[in-house]
């Protein structure tokens, strides 16, 4: 039954997609946190796709998705002066986490967006299943 | 004689198989409307069934010409699926995009809309001739 391999590659976006919203969630939850002990500010993710064939033999039809690689953003921290604050370097700078939280925020709602994109893709998938069940009734 | 009951239905049968093949290619392109790169496929429909059911030649069968040649597979399973893969094209993309994916989700959505109401209506072209064909038998 070809179409039951929709779920293995809908499936696969899915869980692709969730992936990146929880690492949209991590960024987002890390946008203004300070440098640590080591000087070292926490650095935005960024999750990569990769096309993964799901099928049996090598059938360009059934193309998933998975994530291949999680990267960080290397460029430099938010800095901001404030000799008061604790965590201040010797010239009073204190370096925050370099997450662009409109960025993230842009992110989230694309990932949503084709989140939801694949669950009705499924939803149909299983319609079109079940009434292929009741063929000739 | 069974065989011409059955000859009506193995049209709308093989019509089902690319439908159903169809709607997963759609599935996998809008699964991998984020991947880098990733080019979107398409099924040429028309083609592919008339391929399918016999009445034209696929390009994609090994003619033999000589002897000692081995030809393609003749039965129809092994000859549909070829066909399929066969008429695969790679869909034109109306917008460029920097990571050079070419999906176009407003298109892909109105196609799986299109292929699932087709789906539907060949589930229904089938249930209506198996109907007919058992009330000519029971006579009633």
């Known amino acids: ?137 | 004689m069974l065989n011409r009951l059955t000859d009506s239905l193995d049209f709308q049968a093989q019509a089902l198989n690319l439908r159903s093949e169809r709607q997963r290619l759609i599935a996998s392109n809008i699964a991998n409307a984020d991947t880098p790169g990733y080019v979107a496929r398409e099924l040429n429909f028309a083609q592919a069934l008339k391929e399918a059911t016999g009445t034209a030649s696929s390009a994609a069968v090994l003619k033999t010409s000589q002897a000692g040649h081995i030809g393609g597979g003749a039965d129809g399973t092994v000859a549909s699926n070829r066909s399929a893969e066969a008429n695969l094209l790679y869909a034109a993309p109306s917008q460029t995009n920097l990571d050079r994916n070419t999906v176009d989700m407003d298109r892909e959505r109105a196609s799986f809309a299109d292929n699932t109401v087709k789906y539907e209506a060949t589930l229904r072209f089938i249930s209506q001739n198996v109907r007919t064909t058992l009330s000519a038998i029971t006579g009633q």
């Open chain 1, 1 to 137: 039954m070809s179409m039951m391999n929709i779920f293995n590659v809908s499936g696969s976006a899915a869980s692709a997609q969730s992936q990146r919203l929880n690492v949209v969630a991590s960024n987002l939850a890390n946008a203004d946190t300070v440098a640590g002990p080591d000087g070292q500010a926490y650095k935005a993710r960024q999750v990569t796709f990769q096309t993964q064939l799901v099928g049996a033999q090598n059938d360009p039809t059934t193309a998933g998705v998975k994530v291949s690689s999680i990267t960080e953003d290397q460029t430099a921290g938010r800095r901001v002066h404030d000799p008061k604050h604790p965590s201040a370097d010797a010239d009073g700078y204190v370096t925050y986490s370099n997450v662009n939280a409109v960025e993230e925020m842009v992110n989230m709602i694309s990932a949503s967006r084709s989140y939801q994109n694949n669950i009705e893709v499924m939803n149909t998938a299983k319609s079109l299943l079940m009434k292929t069940l009741q063929m000739g009734q």
